[in-house]
């Protein structure tokens, strides 16, 4: 059974499955590719933690850009667990927190070497945009959006 619960940004839990997503993303890249401000407790109020047995397998975040719009950051499915519907589960948790903020759109940046991810989220019926803010211009990036006043696919 899978639980998907609100847990500190900076719990242990929350530190670890952020680290181990970093080490990935270095190893994917060979450098840490994030352009712009990294998320924090103070600008990710709402961060998830996905257990299966009680063991945590994922996490995500939510962090606001303005009025009815959030950004998703630190998306996270530990390798083992992928390829279980865990992130599809995870991704829907946010959209529903999101929802629960007033959000009306939510948008993304992920990177082209986690092809995962990108299946994950156009089969969530995310479609590409140009990339925002700090992934402007950045070779690496590809950002997508949803809006959440659609129904899921």
Known sequence: MITIEREPFDSPTAQ????EQRAELIARYGFD???GAKPTSADVPIFLV???AGDPIGCGGLRPIEP????????????GERGNGFGK???????DEAR???????????????PESIGLYRRSGYSE???????AGE???RCFERCLTSPSP
């Open 33 to 35: 590719s994030e352009p």
């Open 89 to 95: 589960l995870i991704l829907q948790a946010l959209e």
């Open 129 to 135: 945009i140009p990339c925002f803010g700090a992934y």
């Open 100 to 114: 629960a903020l007033g959000a009306e759109r939510v948008v993304l940046e992920t990177g082209v070497a986690q």
């Open 16 to 19: 670890a499955l952020r680290e």
């Open 139 to 141: 070779p690496l990036s």
């Open 50 to 52: 996905a257990r299966s």
């Open 68 to 79: 009815g719009l959030v950004e998703i950051k630190r998306m996270y499915v530990r390798p």
